[in-house]
């Protein structure tokens, strides 16, 4: 029983809950309904599991292909865009990183919200096995264990979704110092500016979750996101832009009072944006609260 206490074992769970559910506040719940239902067992049946981590590795993840499959329901229902919960590092907000779930999540390539973005195209059963074997290297004879089909099965799933994931790797994280300058000429409102540090062809997509003003649907086009984003500065009396890392890279806070109220990420193609994701819905800004000391 001791290897379930263990806090690295946690760590783990979470980090593979996160990536299959794009969400620190149902990560942490898919993890805690893993550890009631270890505790849930006889002694006796305890003493049969050979690996306590396997085992609860098993049930958080078909907790998550559970979830994500009702997940599709709620999201057609959702008021406009759905983007994965992004990561603060606590770090920059003089946070500890040692209390907070989202502390406990390992920031590289596979939560950056480009890639989140691609996992949520996937069918969950796709995203549950290139999640668990590409990302953190589970053999298929263990997936087929959680998503309840074959080892081939498995491997054809992850081989889908791997095709996705290639498709969508063209573009490449935005330089911290076009991030630095697209918040200079948002500040002052210079459209041509804006303009020249975005693809023609970039796009804005927002998520308000109908509880925060937003677009609905994505904005298409460099010169629109402009004029976007000096309207949205005209009205934003009041508001403090900062720079953040947003899931590890590079991006942009918006704080009113002293609380966060717009998280936006970027990808990037060379010293121009391609893509933006704004995040208004403030259920999904609750890491970027601050932390009690």
């Known amino acids: 029983m001791g290897a379930v206490e263990d806090s ?34 006889s ?15 098993t049930v958080t993840g078909r907790i998550c292909l559970d979830l994500l499959g009702s997940a599709r329901a709620r999201r057609e229902r959702y008021v406009g865009a759905w983007l994965p919960e992004p990561l603060p590092d606590r770090a920059e907000c003089g946070g500890t990183g040692d209390t907070d779930p989202a502390d406990l999540i390992v920031r590289d390539e596979s939560v950056a919200m480009a890639f989140l973005v691609v996992l949520e195209s996937m069918t969950p059963a796709e995203r549950v096995a290139f999640v668990l074997h ?36 063209a573009a490449a ?6 991030v630095r300058r697209v918040k200079e000429a948002w500040e002052s409102k210079d459209i041509p500016a804006l303009v020249g540090l975005l693809d023609p062809a970039a796009v804005m997509t927002a998520d308000g979750g109908g509880m925060a003003g937003s677009v609905l649907r994505p904005v298409e086009g460099g010169p629109r996101i402009a004029r976007y984003m000096a309207a949205i500065a005209d009205r934003a009396l009041g508001l403090e832009l900062l720079e953040r890392s947003v899931n590890g890279l590079p991006g942009l806070v918006a704080r009113r009072d002293g609380a966060v109220v717009t998280v936006a990420a970027f990808e990037g193609d060379g010293d121009r944006v391609t893509r933006i994701w704004v995040v208004r ?3 999904k800004l609750r890491p970027w609260a601050p932390q009690p000391s």
Do not use: H, M
């Open 281 to 283: 819905n403030p259920e």
């Open 43 to 57: 002694d006796g049946r305890r003493a049969e599991v050979l690996s306590p981590g396997a085992w609860l590795t």
């Open 173 to 178: 994280p935005v330089r911290a110092d076009v």
């Open 8 to 41: 690295g074992e946690r760590r783990q769970l979470l980090n593979v809950a996160y990536r299959l559910l794009g969400s620190v506040t149902e990560a942490e719940d898919a993890v805690q309904d893993a550890y009631t239902r270890w505790y849930g067992l």
């Open 134 to 169: 590409d990302v953190f290297r589970y053999p298929f004879a263990e997936i087929a264990e959680v998503v309840g089909r074959t080892p081939a099965a498995c491997k054809q799933l992850a081989a889908s979704a791997r095709r996705r994931v290639s498709a969508a790797r």
